[in-house]
């Protein structure tokens, strides 16, 4: 399967970076979050490389959904970003990310996050999770097993670099964490599954779309992605009372052990 993702990510990130570098105008979905031509072009890549490998498999996909197309999902499905962190990517940053999952009873088994302009890709499932260098001509070129690392006495935050938010700076004060590091996209969890940083809280909201391969790469790296109430963080959320379809709760991302994890 992460073959398969993989090359749809590659070849999405292609297409993606002709955009970025040719320039292209923004549009606004129905919740004021912008949408380019790139976040288009990539999904219909992606959508067609799953379908020609896993036809019986339902796509929850970010520009679909808020298109209405959106399939009935059964017990695995996938979900994908096309382009992750638009904003960064009008802006002329390069922390946006292709990302792709596959979810399985509620869980995120495997996924991949590739950021083009940085040249760089992250890779889970069944516990083994990878970084890959990509070159110019979007070919892999080294591939590097990656891993949390242990819980330190002076940890270090991650933080969304456009969704920030008060709850945030409380979460840092309440567990003495003095260093953070704002980033875009689903970076901030490759950074934890790589073992850069250590935790990352989220207090604003986010979809399951945005989380789902970077929380596949950091659970396959040994690290955790849970709710409030210390439950790890599902997928595949419908019919919820007090949100839309596939919106996520507040969560907070760990690297480290469970054991360092439970003492936190």
């Not at 990510?9 to 040719?22: C, D, N, P, S, T």
């Not at 709850?167 to 567990?175: G, K």
Request: charged letters at 25%.
């Amino acid at each position: 399967m992460l073959e398969t993702f993989e090359r749809a990510a590659l070849e999405a990130g292609k297409a993606i970076m002709k955009v970025y570098r040719e320039g292209c105008p923004t549009a606004r979905k129905a919740d004021n979050s912008p949408v380019t031509i790139a976040d288009e072009r990539a999904e219909r890549i992606i959508i067609a490389q799953l379908e020609a490998a896993f036809p019986d498999t339902p796509i929850i996909a970010e520009e679909s959904v808020a298109a209405g197309n959106v399939p009935a999902i059964g017990r695995s499905f996938f979900l994908v970003d096309p382009l992750d962190g638009t904003r960064e990517f009008v802006d002329r940053r390069r922390e946006f990310t292709v990302n792709i999952a596959y979810i399985s009873e509620g869980r995120p088994l495997a996924g991949i996050v590739y950021a083009p302009a940085l040249g760089v890709a992250f890779a889970g499932e069944d516990s083994k999770a990878e970084k890959l260098l990509v070159d110019d001509r979007f070919q892999v070129t080294r591939r590097t097993p990656i891993r949390v690392r242990p819980q330190p006495a002076d940890r270090t935050a991650l933080a969304s670099r456009s969704h920030n938010s008060p709850q945030t700076d409380v979460f840092l004060a309440a567990n003495a964490i003095s260093h953070c590091t704002n980033i875009g996209s689903s970076l901030k969890f490759c950074m934890l599954a790589e073992g850069l940083a250590d935790v990352y809280p989220r207090f604003t909201r986010t979809m399951e779309w945005d989380t789902a391969a970077g929380d596949a790469v950091l659970r396959a790296a040994g690290g955790s992605t849970v709710t409030l109430d210390g439950l790890p963080l599902t997928y595949g959320k419908t019919s919820q009372m007090h949100d839309s379809d596939f919106a996520n709760p507040n969560f907070i991302s760990w690297g480290g052990a469970r054991s360092a994890l439970e003492r936190a």
